[in-house]
């Protein structure tokens, strides 16, 4: 058990190294010079240099390399242009409005999804069941941005309910704030809502047909208790797993859902920044965010070996 | 009860949106109601009409002949961007699982890195390093692809590296290149077809969603998610200028999923009851 966890521990490790090492080619070295990229081409040479000499590209790739990942490691992802603030305080920032919306969305995603795949499961090929796929595969089909265009146009242009999105921040208390992600929230978390339906649905199928379920049925259990305790249950860990990656595919979705309703988070930063030719905090937060998804896949993996021992010894 | 293409309702319903999206496109090459292109200072921001079936934008360009040719971007898109996940996965997954060892281990720790890479976030650093065009958003979403497609090359070159009639092959002195090319390689392509049918429609929704960031198509070429851009700042002028593209997004998604659950459900004898 100890064993297996290290393991999986250190392979997080070497993929974290990865990750950097796929974010620092990109920016140092595909380009040929960064800082004729912030300046522009016909940037005076005596700023060029002075550019190059701060951000250290006059030494050679390897230990710009080691430089930039020894501060990473320490918190440390450079100075802003724009800002002049560091990119980690930029990113902690924004991370108050990113991180909410995602958690919002992989919440309603989950107390919508499991209780309809379910449900679908139960009335196996017969209405409820098509209506539940139906749903599902206009979940998929529909891209999030849209969604929440049609919200905006629905409850803002329409019946005027919400302001067509923006963000006035947890100072004005935590419902307030709520209420602004709620609309982003839901467009954000629905095609992942339509595949988690989907793939509860199977799951529970799939310990429907179960030789204990039969014999939990032939006892004369309730078919409630058969449903809940047998089950689903058992059907939880394909569910857990499918979640739990979905949590990174919701981060990563939230940088559009920001732009559609107009919030200060993440994915906002960084489209400014490009424009503003802001490197370093491209730079950072894509380096933030691929972690943190690398991170949550592992974590996943890692629970999925302790949860079931067959993963953990095969 | 054998299942027969011409009975499977899925797939039908599937074929035909996706012949209707074929048909489209192709005909949006020769003929659009209108110029793509033209402008009509008048003419702005109307809702369906005669004229102009679907409407138009802020430029008065009509918006069917824009949705029209919309498509040939969708799906020029779909096909580059999961070809290129397809060529480089492949090519991963057929080093790691041919070879094993540490270099499998190098690179299925890649793979993982990759993963936390979705089409968004290469997308904006690809972005911010040269410029957004179409071509960085097709090396975006063709890098979010990559690893599905070197795991499912990875696991049918373990299945069938020590198979009997590979390792006859290899007696008979058959080197690396042949043994992959002519014995292995043919085995893992049924899977990987199936994969392309799922990553096709994902590639289009990619496209959509980074064209509508401004990081993939680029004024005044068509594209349904740019077309989304630029109609919000119009959502009280003319809803359905926000309306149309979209509709055309969903429903090709649509089209494509049903009719790769279709193809699947029909070509898979082990759902086949």
Redo the contacts between chains.
């Keep these: 058990m100890h064993r297996y966890v290290l393991r999986r521990v250190a392979?997080l490790a070497?993929?974290?190294?990865?990750?950097s090492?796929?974010?620092f080619v990109?920016?140092r070295v595909?380009?040929g010079d960064?800082a004729l990229?912030i300046l522009g081409i016909e940037a005076n040479p005596d700023s060029v240099a002075r550019l190059r000499r701060e951000l250290g590209l006059d030494r050679p790739v390897a230990v710009q390399y080691l430089q930039w990942i020894g501060r990473a490691l320490r918190g440390d992802l450079g100075r802003s242009i724009q800002y002049d603030l560091p990119v980690s305080t930029l990113i902690l920032s924004r991370l108050a409005v990113t991180l909410p919306l995602t958690l919002l969305a992989a919440g309603l995603m989950i107390a919508a999804a499991i209780p309809l795949g379910v449900f679908a499961a139960t009335r196996h090929r017969r209405l409820g069941d098509y209506l539940t796929m139906t749903l599902s595969?206009?979940g998929?089909?529909?891209?999030?941005?849209?969604a929440g265009?049609?919200l905006?146009?629905l409850f803002s242009?329409h019946l005027g309910w919400v302001q067509?999105g923006g963000f006035d921040g947890w100072g004005q208390g935590v419902w307030p704030a709520l209420r602004s992600l709620l609309l982003p929230a839901a467009a954000l978390g629905l095609f992942q809502f339509a595949v988690l339906a989907r793939t509860t649905r199977s799951a529970v199928l799939e310990v429907l047909r179960e030789e204990y379920v039969k014999t939990a049925r032939a006892k004369g259990l309730a078919e409630r208790r058969v449903l809940f305790r047998h089950a689903l249950r058992n059907a939880l860990i394909p569910i857990v797993t499918v979640a739990g990656v979905q949590l990174?595919?919701l981060l990563?979705?939230s940088?559009?859902l920001e732009?559609?309703f107009y919030l200060p988070g993440l994915g906002r930063l960084?489209?400014a920044?490009?424009s503003a030719?802001d490197?370093p905090v491209?730079?950072g937060?894509?380096l933030f965010?691929?972690?943190m998804?690398?991170t949550v896949?592992?974590a996943v993996d890692i629970l999925y070996g302790v949860l079931d021992p067959r993963i953990r010894y095969g | 009860m054998r299942r027969r293409p011409g009975r499977h309702v899925t797939f039908l319903i599937g074929l035909v949106i996706t012949l209707g999206l074929l048909v489209t496109a192709a005909v949006s090459l020769v003929y659009t109601p209108r110029d793509p292109l033209e402008m009509s200072i008048s003419g702005r921001l109307q809702g369906p009409s005669g004229a102009h079936p679907l409407g138009t934008d802020q430029f008065g360009r009509d918006l069917l002949s824009r949705v029209m040719r919309g498509a040939i971007t969708s799906i020029l898109v779909g096909v580059i961007a999961v070809g290129i996940g397809m060529m480089v996965g492949v090519a991963f997954g057929m080093i790691s699982g041919y070879f094993g060892g540490w270099l499998d281990e190098v690179f299925m720790r890649l793979v993982d890195a990759i993963q936390g890479f979705p089409a968004i976030l290469s997308a904006l650093l690809l972005a911010a390093v040269f410029r957004p065009t179409l071509s960085i958003s097709m090396v975006a979403i063709g890098v979010a692809f990559l690893p599905v497609f070197a795991r499912l090359t990875r696991a049918s070159f373990l299945e069938f590296r020590d198979r009997d009639f590979v390792v006859a092959a290899r007696a008979l002195g058959a080197g690396d290149g042949a043994l992959i090319r002519r014995h292995i390689l043919p085995n893992t392509i049924p899977p990987l077809i199936v994969q392309a049918t799922i990553s096709f429609p994902v590639a289009i929704l990619a496209e959509a969603g980074l064209s509508y960031l401004g990081l993939g198509t680029q004024p005044p070429n068509p594209s349904w998610g740019l077309m989304l851009r630029e109609a919000q700042a119009f959502l009280g002028l003319n809803p359905w200028y926000a309306i149309f593209p979209g509709g055309a997004i969903a429903l090709t998604v649509l089209g494509l999923n049903l009719l790769g659950d279709g193809l699947r459900d029909l070509l898979d004898p082990k759902t086949a009851s």
């Design positions: 392979a070497a993929t974290l190294l990865f990750v090492l796929l974010v990109v920016v595909l380009p960064p990229i595969q206009l998929v089909a529909v891209p999030g941005f849209w265009l049609l905006i146009l242009v067509a990174g595919q990563a979705g940088i559009i732009s559609v960084t489209l920044a490009i030719r490197l491209v730079q937060v894509v965010v691929a972690s998804i690398v896949n592992a």
